[in-house]
């Protein structure tokens, strides 16, 4: 079997010991690599997977220029990547139109570090010239550790986005919602042909019969297969997938085909 991970992180050299310990500090989660993109690599070896997407985040307005500079040079050899634009920024639209000049797939959101709702009408602007670009919207979905008393990213808030922009390309982070299961059978699984879940680092919070039933509703066709590495190991969400009851056929598309119709490769 062939693996395309979808959701994984990485950070500059410089930066990673920092961040890594940070997050593993918040979250309680030991991290499965350095955080470095070498030591992704290397996890990616480990587990037979031959290509990922990697979503860096601007947690503040002046990083977002920085970061997809740096995004676009660690980009090849079976990994691809995201640019990240900071919802306060004064320049997120000219930013998503550099994003796509640098080669970069898509614009990663996370609504807990960048203090957003999905469906805040100042983001329709970002996700006008996203999809006519032709890029793709990746969201945090669902609980963080850093959630606090509002889960902002919810199964509802990407209806409200995925019926109000048709053209646009969404994926919804882990399954369209961490922690949000009932939401997501109610309000989004298989309701929309242009929103997509992978299932990173939901193996240890959801029963493989929800799981199951999820993937059923949404179409395998458009779940992908996402770790959330270093914040889980990529053998737990193989392991999660292979225990279902699911063809052969839906298999590949969740391990590695979803995400090749996806991004157009």
């Known amino acids: 079997m062939r693996y395309f991970d979808f959701h994984t992180h990485a950070f500059t050299d410089e930066l990673a010991k920092r961040a890594v310990a940070g997050l593993a500090l918040t979250s309680g989660i030991e991290p499965a690599t350095d955080g470095t993109v070498s030591g992704l690599r290397r996890k990616l070896e480990e587990n037979g997977i031959d290509r990922a997407m990697l979503l860096p985040v ?10 997809n500079n740096w995004a676009a040079s660690v980009m090849g050899d079976g990994l691809y990547c995201c640019g990240t634009v900071h919802p306060d920024a004064e320049n997120t639209v000219a930013e998503v139109e550099r994003i796509k000049a640098l080669g970069l797939y898509g614009v990663k959101f996370h609504s807990e570090y960048q203090n957003f709702r999905p469906d805040e009408e100042r983001m329709f602007p970002i996700y006008e010239k996203i999809a006519e670009l032709g890029l793709i919207a990746v969201f945090h979905g669902g609980w963080d550790p850093y959630s606090k008393d509002e889960i902002k990213a919810t199964p509802q808030s990407f209806a409200a986005v995925a019926g109000t922009f048709p053209k646009l390309k969404i994926v919804s982070a882990h399954l369209g919602g961490l922690n949000l299961w009932d939401d997501i059978e109610k309000y989004t699984a298989g309701r929309f042909h242009n929103l997509w879940f992978d299932v990173s680092v939901i193996s240890r919070f959801i029963s493989d019969e929800q ?14 297969f996402g770790s959330d590495c270093p914040w889980d190991e990529p053998a737990n969400e193989i392991d999660m997938i292979n225990r279902l009851p699911l063809t052969d056929e839906e298999k590949e598309l969740i391990f590695f085909r979803s995400a090749e119709k996806l991004l157009g490769i």
Do not use: C, N, Y
């Open 58 to 67: 601007a947690t503040k307005p002046s990083q977002q220029e920085a970061i």
């Open 211 to 224: 799981l199951l039933r999820i993937i059923k509703k949404q179409g395998a066709e458009r779940v992908l």
